[in-house]
């Protein structure tokens, strides 16, 4: 007889997605606030700090990828699989899509 997952299984199913979609819609709203309030023209070392903020966003949501794949196992045994497929979607559709706020133009 098999085990159901339960409803901590399915949180861990949807982690890494979830995690793409908080930071991509952060990085979306700091992007046009950045650009109301003129963030591209402050530099913080070599980048602007419209890009700093949102390359801040998505090395923390990858980090907290890497995270929870580090313990997805520890935590659901034999049932990791899919959530670890998951969170490897989360973490490549993060750097997939944030990526490009680094070498495009911002505003």
């Not at 794949?69 to 520890?74: D, E, H, M």
């Not at 935590?75 to 998951?86: C, I, M």
């Amino acid at each position: 007889m098999s085990r159901r997952p339960g409803p901590a299984w399915l949180g861990w199913l949807i982690a890494g997605p979830t995690l793409w979609a908080v930071a991509f819609s952060a990085s979306y709203g700091l992007h046009g606030l950045g650009c109301a309030l003129g963030w591209p023209a402050i530099a913080i070392g070599p980048v602007s700090l419209d890009r700093a903020v949102i390359l801040l966003v998505g090395l923390a949501t990858l980090a907290a990828c890497l995270a929870l794949l580090a313990r997805v196992k520890a935590h659901l045994g034999s049932e990791a699989a899919l959530p670890r497929l998951g969170l490897w979607i989360g973490l490549g559709a993060t750097a997939f899509t944030l990526a490009p706020v680094l070498v495009a133009s911002t505003c």
